[in-house]
């Protein structure tokens, strides 16, 4: 099976956005272009002796709207592609939430898993070091992303703070607290999915309490969403990760949950469930389906055997534009991550504000903060959606893309 380029993908959305906007064909063609895209080679001292060489990329899709601001992602299929895509989806990101950030991402080709704890504090420091010439607290702020952690970013930012002469707080966010991190930040891409849902659940009249959920992955996003999907009062009836998933109608314990997958690295094989696939999972029958793992996990060959009626995407681009159109003619309803799994750039943005300040606030003030900007956003998309009666990913693309333009055309064109 032929995966689409999540590029490709990326492109096609800004395009339908620009026809619908009759934009102007060259603020068209300023977003289709990232402003600066950069490879580097990350050479290191393995455990054994040995040198060797990672590629490592970083990419500023588009600073209109202020500083770029995205995740830094560590896995064996990072593709500069990739890295492009997630660049230009943060930018439309950041707009809807209307946050002044433009879109950046970056990323290392390598299995963190299989690297000793120095080899990655050895691999982190020199990628910093590489890409150095693009971060900075007024320039592109890096983030935690798939398969990086708060202990990374610590030390992306002492690697920073050493090149500098003084300590940069404000350089990357989702660092520990003990380094400027802010409450609240190691849950909210799922607390902000949680916001999201229980809003599409509201507006369609449905009730919260007893509705049945399907979550694909177990990371850093779906491991709290189910508990905090659990808390809302909904019923997480099935969870999957790269090693398979689990299946109870009647729902998953998420603390029993949580203790097996401490105990054994994975969801698979939890007590009192049936074993199911990644594949089934997406399949299952459910109120909502959450993907929360990889990019093109719904595709034209398997949209039309989805059973949910709500997808609320809380990974990036896990739905092609062909199965778009497939979920739109059976009906089912597709909230775009660009605007479901916006809280975590959103509490970056607050750590950003705080370290800057040296002003910290309290967990409570983080979450409260993070709903009224999640709940805004999603006002604004849904207006968008009924006055131009288009689907949701399409509105949210045209309210982020407009709202780029009208940056760009109002800074003006340099020189």
């Not at 490592?56 to 500069?80: A, F, L, Q, W």
């Not at 049936?274 to 909502?288: A, F, G, Q």
Request: hydrophobic content about 40%; glycine content about 10%.
């Amino acid at each position: 099976m032929t995966t689409q380029s999540p590029w490709v993908a990326a492109l096609s959305q800004l395009d339908e956005a620009a026809r619908i906007l009759n934009l102007d064909s060259g603020v068209h063609d300023v977003l289709r272009n990232p402003k600066r895209t950069l490879t580097v080679a990350v050479p290191i001292r393995m455990d054994d002796g040995l040198t060797k060489v990672f590629t490592g990329y970083r990419v500023h899709h588009n600073t209109s709207r202020g500083p770029s601001k995205g995740g830094i992602r560590y896995h064996p299929d990072v593709s500069m592609d990739e890295v492009k895509a997630l660049a230009m989806w943060m930018t439309w990101k950041c707009a809807i939430v209307a946050i002044p950030y433009g879109g950046a991402k970056g990323g290392v080709v390598v299995d963190p898993k299989a690297l000793s704890k120095g080899e990655l504090e050895r691999l982190t420091r020199r990628y910093a070091a590489e890409i150095q010439p693009l971060i900075g607290p007024d320039r592109d702020i890096p983030a935690p992303d798939m398969g990086t952690d708060e202990q990374i970013m610590a030390w992306i930012m002492d690697t920073y703070s050493m090149n500098v002469g003084h300590s940069a707080l404000g350089v990357v966010t989702g660092k520990p607290l003990s380094v400027g991190g802010s409450r609240g930040r190691a849950d909210a891409t799922s607390r902000g999915v949680m916001y999201i849902t229980e809003a599409t659940l509201k507006h369609q009249g449905r009730q919260v309490e007893d509705t049945r959920v399907a979550i694909q992955g177990y990371g850093k996003v779906g491991g709290p969403a189910v508990r905090l999907l659990t808390e809302l009062g909904c019923i997480v009836v099935a969870v999957s990760d790269v090693n398979g998933g689990v299946y109870n109608p009647r729902g998953l314990n998420p603390v029993a949950l949580a203790a097996h997958h401490r105990d054994t690295g994975t969801v698979a094989g939890l007590e009192g469930a049936e074993s199911i696939t990644n594949k089934e999972l997406l399949e299952i029958e459910c109120d909502v389906l959450i993907p929360a793992a990889l990019e093109s996990q719904i595709t034209k060959q398997n949209a039309d055997r989805i059973r949910a009626e709500i997808i609320i995407e809380a990974a990036n681009g896990p739905t092609t534009p062909e199965a778009d159109e497939i979920l739109h003619d059976g009906a089912i309803l597709v909230v775009p991550d660009i605007l479901a799994n916006s809280g975590g750039v959103t509490v970056s943005y607050f750590e950003w504000v705080q370290g800057l300040q040296a002003y910290f606030w309290d967990e409570d003030e983080v979450n409260r903060n993070l709903r009224a900007i999640m709940e805004r956003g999603y006002v604004d998309v849904l207006r968008e959606t009924e006055d131009r009666k288009v689907p949701m990913r399409t509105a949210a693309t045209i309210l982020g893309v407009s709202r780029v333009a009208e940056a760009h055309t109002t800074r003006g064109l340099f020189p």
